[in-house]
């Protein structure tokens, strides 16, 4: 037997095989392929972080949002509560101030009459009974002006000219003398107090509620949201981040489930595709980018959430 001598031997062949492998792997479809699933799996798992992490602050700004429903419930039980004290005492005063001097004024309109009565009888009595009209005239002008005393005292203010007046100016003036009452005066303090607490409240969760926003998602955020602009949804965010890392890993797993040179190739037309797109928005934006006159595009727009 002789050996060809372009046979180099079993070791030569074997080194000849090792490079060859490395080669495929180093520059060939199964590196592209193990790369790009690398990459998949990496951008998977992130997207997984993130969802977490916007979860974990919905989290606890749902937990916050919820104390402070607490409190501002909690608040608004004490306000109703209080008003409804004060509607009850100003009705019981109203009530007792009207049943106390109800007597009074009832008086005064027989007063009234008997001193006009006797006035009346004083013009037209003659000579012989002019003293006993003049006697019973000065008790029922006395008698009157201290029922009159006595109402005013109790009611304050002016008293009506006429007795049919009465009854509505009774009313009216026992409305007044009851706001006046020092049980209503402190029910309305009370009201007060309340309402001041729930504002201090308000503004309290104001502040917090703009601290916990600024150490989840930053300080331009949060001002975006006090104001309204666009806040941020960590429950969305979350949901999108979950359906983007199901797809990535979709992908990959679909990937693994083909042969090395057909992943490779799908992998080159997905890549050709991207770049295309890419290629073709840029062609779009071109005649708005050298467009002349055109003030240059503000750069405060909105910040990209985590």
Same mark, same amino acid.
Do not use: C, Y
């Given at each position: ?8 031997? &079993? ?28 990459? &998949? ?13 916007? @979860? %974990? ?21 004490? &306000?109703?509560?209080? $008003?409804?004290e004060t509607a009850r005492v100003r009705a019981e005063v109203h ?12 008086? &005064? ?5 008997? @001193? ?10 003659? !000579? ?5 009209? #003049? ?9 009157? /002006?201290?029922? #009159?005393?006595?109402? /005013? $005292?109790?009611?304050?203010? %002016? ?17 007044? *003398? ?28 104001? *502040? ?11 300080? %331009?955020?949060?001002? #975006? ?17 979950? *359906? ?9 797993? %679909?990937? !693994? ?15 050709? @595709?991207?770049?295309?797109? /890419? ?28």
């Amino acid at each position: 037997m002789q050996r060809d001598p372009a046979d180099r031997g &079993l070791d030569h062949a074997t080194a000849q095989a090792i490079d060859a492998v490395r080669g495929l792997v180093a520059d060939g479809p199964v590196r592209l392929v193990t790369d790009e699933l690398a990459r &998949l799996d990496e951008e998977a798992e992130r997207a997984h972080r993130q969802a977490q992490q916007w @979860e %974990e602050a919905a989290a606890r700004l749902d937990a916050q949002r919820a104390a402070h429903r607490a409190e501002d419930d909690e608040d608004a039980t004490t &306000l109703r509560r209080a $008003e409804d004290e004060t509607a009850r005492v100003r009705a019981e005063v109203h009530r007792a101030t009207h049943r106390a001097g109800r007597d009074g004024w009832r008086g &005064l309109p027989r007063a009234i009459k008997t @001193e006009a009565a006797a006035s009346a009888r004083l013009a037209t009595t003659g !000579r012989f009974g002019r003293r006993k009209a #003049r006697a019973e005239h000065q008790t029922a002008t006395e008698q009157a /002006r201290n029922v #009159r005393s006595q109402v /005013r $005292e109790v009611w304050g203010g %002016e008293l009506p000219g006429t007795p049919e007046s009465l009854p509505a100016w009774a009313v009216q003036a026992a409305a007044l *003398r009851a706001e006046a009452d020092p049980r209503v005066s402190d029910a309305e303090r009370a009201v007060e107090v309340v309402h001041a607490e729930q504002k201090e409240t308000r503004q309290r969760h104001q *502040r917090e509620r703009m601290t916990l926003l600024v150490s989840e998602f930053g300080p %331009e955020h949060a001002r #975006r949201a006090e104001f309204g602009m666009g806040a941020v949804n960590p429950h969305r965010n979350a949901d999108d981040a979950r *359906r983007r890392a199901t797809l990535i890993r979709a992908e990959a797993d %679909e990937l !693994r489930s083909l042969p090395v040179n057909d992943a490779a190739q799908r992998i080159e037309v997905k890549r050709a @595709e991207k770049e295309h797109t /890419r290629q073709r928005e840029g062609q779009l934006s071109k005649p708005f980018d050298h467009e002349p006159r055109r003030s240059k595009p503000k750069r405060d727009g909105p910040a990209r959430g985590l």
